[in-house]
């Protein structure tokens, strides 16, 4: 079993930044997909970024659009979505995702956090 817990979100006003961090615990291994997602009110659950360590692919959103980046700390077990730039539409609830293969949607992750509220004020 694996376990994510996610930290960091919070309120930001329009252009600033944020850094998510997931700690994740258990049966994981070093080579597992991880991944961010978001959900906003009144909308499906979709892909911020994701880091398929196994066939060495980075993914974004296309929303992303240069303003976010995944990264890691192997030797802390933990994820990192730095967001800068941060928009009104932005705001949605941040889940961390993790899988022994991974993909592009959230039907390749078998593991999930609680989520982290992010809100972005205009």
């Known amino acids: 079993q694996v376990q994510l817990v996610e930290s960091g979100g919070g309120l930001v006003q329009a252009g600033g930044s944020l850094r998510l961090s997931c700690a994740a615990s258990?049966?994981?291994?070093?080579?597992?997909?991880m991944g961010w997602f978001r959900q906003a009110p009144g909308k499906e659950r979709e892909l911020v970024a994701a880091?398929?360590?196994?066939?060495?692919?980075?993914y974004y959103g296309d929303f992303v659009k240069g303003r976010f980046t995944i990264s890691g700390d192997n030797a802390k077990n933990t994820v990192y979505l730095q967001m800068n730039s941060l928009k009104p539409e932005d705001t949605a609830v941040y889940y961390c995702?993790?899988?022994?293969?991974?993909?592009?949607?959230?039907?390749?992750?078998?593991?999930w956090g609680q989520g982290t509220q992010v809100t972005v004020s205009s």
């Open positions: 258990g049966r994981i291994f070093s080579s597992y997909a």
């Open positions: 995702a993790a899988d022994s293969s991974g993909g592009w949607s959230d039907r390749d992750y078998d593991y």
């Open positions: 880091n398929r360590r196994t066939v060495g692919a980075i």
